[in-house]
């Protein structure tokens, strides 16, 4: 499978105007020789799990089609399999719907079809066209023949209409058991397309569905329930993805033996992206199986999961914008959704100085006990972004990683005699520092030069590094919750063995007690924030007042790029 890495070239002209896609191309056709007034779409997901970015992508699509087009579209959901469907799933689904800033015109359950899909069925059963098979599962699929053989005729297809009328009526009356019984459309035994050799349309299940209840036990086939769904709605185009390419030609045949209204269907090549797994069942394992820690967990390629970890809905629509669709299956590199994340929260995100890894810089010529009051800029990409005020005193952390007892040569930080500026305030200068029993640097001490202050600077001196830092006695703590990719293959449903085996047991690094400015304090769920030079990080749900907690949402920089080029 082809990987795309997009050039930071490519992506700098992400907001011009591209070409139309291919189903632009078509729509634009339809539209201009009349064949539709109006376009209507659908998003139909099936209630079994919590939406991915691989749904994201259907969603802005067809969503994104209807509005572009001035049409309509429709979420639909696809619940004919009442085994694995909950009511909690669909009102997720609404909501991240919502949240990426779609509103569907109409809201349809496919079992609110049930019994107009049963009236299809009797219909195509009075043409000749459906009959009951008393076979079992595994007589049908020995039946069935392959690719290279024909199937064999079911001894039950030539029953007559009235006797196959009386048995599906029987089956929806619940007089047999799961399985006995089966409705099959009678196209053709040894139809090259496996898919038309007399297809299910309806199977005996004896089960409770989330919405119909037990008002019935013979539930339709995808094949038989989705076109036929479309067609009552007079959906126009019905895009699905690739690997419903070759049920078209049955999505047609039940419209056409039906006579009813031609939706017509439409494929694209699923969204697949590196570092991940993107299908439902698959993330029930990681859900169920305690691999993550549930649906939204910030590193799942959920809806949820990404919301919680802070990206927004801008980059995500960015994201699938940028990567448009596909005739073929590809995989698309995660840096890309990071690449759009970055480029939004750039713009949204005020900057905070918080130190993760923090020691003491102790100024020994600034008087103990006195508050400076420092005015910084909260978003220099934002002209209404506004200032704060960040106190400063002679105690301040600052992060480990920025004082080396034996720097190198170009090591624009703390050492013994150099000088760096603190973000908004002065140029301090490394006079000494101290050690514990272990060697460990536990204090840095420095001088600071009065007229070296931010915005006046008088000083005439010219340093290269500006490190950020937090004032001690007005310093707060916070949790951080650091994440990394979730896998540590790029496509691990494509490896060998088991896809778990290729977690990373490391994606989740837990910084228990970080220091923030005091303007952190009043943060709430879902604010996001830039970390001076940590990255960009949001209020987790699980903050309280008395205990923040934030998540990183993405580094600045894409480090695993620099990785991969080191390698
Ligand atoms: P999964 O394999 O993850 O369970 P699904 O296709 O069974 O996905 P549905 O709920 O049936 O999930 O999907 C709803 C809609 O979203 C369908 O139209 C489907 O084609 C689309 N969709 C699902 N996964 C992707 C994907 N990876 N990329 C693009 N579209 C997708
Ligand atoms: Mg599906």
Known sequence: MQTFTFALRNQASMSEERSL?????????????????????????EPNGYLHIGHASSICLNFGLAKRYNGKCNLRFDDTNPVTEETEYVESIKNDIKWLGFQWDGEYYASDYFETLYGFAVDLIKKGLAYVDDSSAEEIAAMKGNTMEPGKNSPYRDRSIEENLKLFEEMRAGKYKD????????????????????????????????????????????????????SIEHITHSICTLEFIHHRPLYNWFIEKLGIYPSQQYEFARRNMTYTVMSKRKLLQLVNEG??????????????????????????????????????????????????????????????????????????????????????????EDENGGTRKVPFSNELWIEREDFMENPPKKFFRLGPGLMVRLKGAYIVKCEDFKKDAEGNVTEVHCTYIPESRSGHDTSGINVKGTIHWVSVPHAKTAEVRLYDRL??????SSEEGDFKSYINENSKHILPAIYIEPALATAQTGDHFQFLRKG?????????????????????KDTWAKEAKKQ
């Open 21 to 45: 896609n291919f189903l632009e191309e078509i729509i634009e056709e339809h539209l201009k020789e009349g064949k539709y007034e109006h376009i209507h779409t659908r998003f139909p997901p």
């Open 179 to 230: 399985g006995e019984k089966t409705l099959r459309a009678k196209i053709d035994m040894s139809h090259p397309n496996l898919l038309l050799r007399d297809p299910l349309m309806y199977r005996i299940k004896h089960a409770h569905h989330h919405r119909t209840g037990d008002k019935w036990c013979i539930y339709p086939m995808y094949d038989f329930a989705h076109g036929e769904s479309d």
């Open 291 to 380: 691999h993550v820690d549930g649906w939204d967990d910030p590193r799942m390629p959920t809806v949820s999961g990404m919301r919680r970890r802070g990206y927004t809905a801008k980059a995500i629509r960015q994201f699938s914008d940028t990567v448009g669709i596909a005739k073929r299956e590809n995989m698309v590199d995660v840096g890309l959704l990071e690449f759009c994340v970055r480029e939004d929260l750039n713009k949204k995100a005020n900057r905070m100085m918080a130190v993760l890894d923090p020691i003491k810089l102790v100024i020994t010529n600034y008087p103990e006990g006195q508050t400076d009051e420092l005015d910084l800029e909260n978003n220099p």
């Open 487 to 492: 896998f540590k293959v790029e496509d691990p």
């Open 536 to 556: 960009y990080f949001c209020v987790d749900t699980d903050s309280t007042p008395e205990h923040l907690v934030f998540n990183r949402t993405v580094g600045l």
